[in-house]
Each structure stands twice: as C-alpha cells, then as structure tokens.
Nanobody
Framework: QVQLVESGGGWVQTGGSLRLSCAAS????????MGWFRQAPGKERELVAL???????YYADSVKGRFTISRDNAKNVVNLQMNSLKPEDTAVYYC????????????????WGQGTQVTVSS
C-alpha cells in the first residue's frame, strides 16, 4: 500500500501561483511513477502532469509552460508548481501513484490522495 496526502491548495486570483505537494508513505517511493490529475464539477478526471522513475515529465497541453512537476525521492514528495493560473484550472487536484510505469489514463493508477481544492477567480 502507498498512502498519499496532498497539501497546498487554496484560492488565488487569475495569474497567480500555487504549489501543491504530495507526501507519500508505505512503500519505496522511487519505484512509483507519480501523477497529478484534476477533476472539475461535472467533468471527468483529467491528466495534469506525470513524472516517471527517471524523472521524465509529461504535461497536458492545457498546462504546458505554466505548470512544473518535480519529485524528491529522498523526501518521498512530488510537487506541482502552478503559475499563471486561469479560472479553468479550478478543480480538485489529486496526486496518484502507479508502480514502475507512468500512464496518461487515470484509471491505471492504484493509489490516490484525498484531493486538494484549487480555486482561481477571474
């Protein structure tokens, strides 16, 4: 089992920044590909960013150039730095873990945090 706990969500105005963190415990963190996903009311959960075991990253087109995902295997943490936020970024953001291989499909991830709300006002 892997336990994930997100933090860092909140309210921000358009153009502002937030930094989300996800603390992992329970298994060898460095064996897990990590992802950030988000879900807005009435919409399906969608990919935001991924980072694999070699720290290769992948971003949804909607956040490319604005968001940065990173991981610190010594601290068992994955971060999401979000800049130039837009109202359409408003959602609950979830951290997820998948053993070894990353995947863009959220349904392939076995471990999830509880989510953290991000609200961007116009």
């Amino acid at each position: 089992q892997v336990q994930l706990v997100e933090s860092g969500g909140g309210w921000v105005q358009t153009g502002g920044s937030l930094r989300l963190s996800c603390a992992a415990s329970g298994r060898t963190f460095s064996n897990y590909a990590m992802g950030w996903f988000r879900q807005a009311p009435g919409k399906e959960r969608e990919l935001v960013a991924l980072i694999n075991l070699r720290e290769i990253t992948y971003y949804a087109d909607s956040v490319k150039g604005r968001f940065t995902i990173s991981r610190d295997n010594a601290k068992n943490v994955v971060n999401l730095q979000m800049n130039s936020l837009k109202p359409e970024d408003t959602a609950v953001y979830y951290c997820a873990a998948r053993l070894y291989n990353s995947d863009t499909d959220y349904r392939k991830y076995a471990y999830w945090g509880q989510g953290t709300q991000v609200t961007v006002s116009s």
